[in-house]
């Protein structure tokens, strides 16, 4: 069983960084790919990116492709989500995810864990 726990949401402007992270409970983690979802309301969750387990390889939605970048820290448990250049339509609340496969993926039924959100919201 793997418990995850985000952090780092909140309030910010248009243009500023936030970078968000997720701690992850349980001995696997370092065998697990990871992922970053996040919904808006009255909106079906989404790829946000995804990282494989080892940290070498990641992929990106086109929405974030250049602003977002996910890295990892297997020592500390924790997958980090570093969002730079925001905007508005950023405003979601942001999931992490695990799978128990090892590579990165984008599908969210493919993961089998997911920490309960955290806001984040960009003012124009």
């Known amino acids: 069983q793997v418990q995850l726990v985000e952090s780092g949401g909140g309030l910010v402007q248009t243009g500023d960084s936030l970078r968000l992270s997720c701690a992850a409970s349980?001995?696997?983690?370092?065998?697990?790919?990871m992922g970053w979802f996040r919904q808006a309301p009255g909106k079906e969750r989404e790829f946000v990116g995804s990282?494989?387990?080892?940290?070498?390889?990641?992929i990106y939605a086109d929405a974030v492709k250049g602003r977002f970048t996910i890295s990892r820290d297997n020592a500390k448990n924790t997958v980090y989500l570093q969002m730079n250049s925001l905007k508005p339509e950023d405003t979601a609340v942001y999931y992490c995810a695990a799978t128990r496969r090892g590579l990165a993926r984008r599908n969210r039924y493919e993961y089998d864990y997911w920490g309960q959100g955290t806001q984040v919201t960009v003012s124009s």
């Open positions: 990282i494989s387990q080892s940290g070498g390889n990641t």
């Open positions: 349980g001995r696997t983690f370092s065998s697990n790919a």
